[in-house]
């Protein structure tokens, strides 16, 4: 006779996916952030060519920038909360599931 019932087992389920929705989540933000790395917004030189920016050009960059950081922070928490939250359904239904009567 199986202790184990099949609204655990789907519990089990539903808790791993959720665990590996949460992870594709934070990838993305890992992506993400990898090109706000290789593409920030602001030139590293000015160049030549181009006319010499002016205050408000960097500050606007700058706040542009600061606003992206900000919006990586919030999905990486995201997607922290939706990978807590499957694994809290992973366990719920391992203890009713995995222990002898």
């Known amino acids: ?21 949460g992870l594709a989540v934070i990838a993305g933000v890992l992506c993400l952030a990898y090109g706000l790395y290789l593409d920030p917004g602001i030139p590293a030189a000015p160049s030549a060519s181009a006319a010499s920016p002016t205050l408000t050009d960097l500050g606007v960059g700058f706040g542009h920038l600061i ?21 809290g359904l992973y366990q719920a239904g391992a203890k009713h599931g995995g222990g002898a009567a």
């Open 1 to 21: 006779m199986s202790s184990e019932t099949r609204g655990d087992r789907l519990a089990r389920c539903v808790g791993g996916a959720v665990f590996l929705c």
């Open 67 to 87: 606003v992206r950081i900000a919006l990586l922070f919030l999905g990486s928490l995201c997607g922290w909360f939706i990978a807590g939250r499957g694994i």
